[in-house]
């Protein structure tokens, strides 16, 4: 949409679906030139994701089993935020619960844009430092299958570019978080 021009207007919006973590919608529009038709949309409450460096300036990563690619992707700790949940706390909770450490520095590396052709999720991203290993192991989730990996930046830089499987909101904000690792 260019400057001064007028929003779409919503003349239809349909609930297909209200799922656990997301709800799926169709909107018919009349778009500013006169053109009508319908827009599919994954509404969802966005999510939260930790960027964590232990002391020795390794990546605490995840290798998890995502039911949608049919297989694991290499990502970085990150959970759905809960209603009235402020990101950072999400985070918090899911890191220790992923990988069994908990952060005491943190460092906000911005929100961005998850996947905006079909969606409205926003990622909001951190940078963990200080990282502490919790005497108990974490309790992971009943529908996770998820097994920890520690790399170096270069290690995990080198994966994303062999074309490992790795997911696009953990590249995102590896090389948002790059210019604060060592």
Not at 102 to 115: E, I, P, T, V, Y
Request: aromatic share 10%; proline share 8%; with cysteine.
């Amino acid at each position: 949409m260019s400057l001064g021009q007028e929003p779409p207007t919503v003349l239809q919006q349909r609930l297909f679906y209200k799922g656990r973590k997301f709800n799926y919608e169709v909107t018919r529009l009349r778009l500013p030139n006169g053109a009508e038709g319908e827009w599919e949309c994954v509404r969802h409450p966005g999510g939260a994701l930790a960027v964590p460096v232990t002391p020795e300036g390794k990546l605490i990563l995840l290798r998890q089993y995502r039911f949608a690619v049919q297989g694991r992707l290499l990502e970085f700790p990150a959970g759905t935020i809960e209603p009235n949940e402020d990101p950072a706390e999400t985070i918090k909770r899911e890191i220790e619960e992923e990988t069994g450490y908990r952060a005491h520095k943190w460092q906000n590396l911005g929100k961005f844009s998850l996947a905006p052709g079909y969606s409205d999720e926003f990622i909001y991203a951190f940078l963990a430092q200080d990282l502490e290993l919790l005497e108990k192991p974490p309790q992971q989730d009943v529908d996770e299958d998820i097994e920890t990996v520690l790399m170096t930046p270069e290690e995990f830089e080198k994966a994303i570019l062999a074309g490992e499987p790795v997911d696009a909101k953990s590249i995102s904000s590896f090389f948002l978080a790059r210019p604060f690792l060592k």
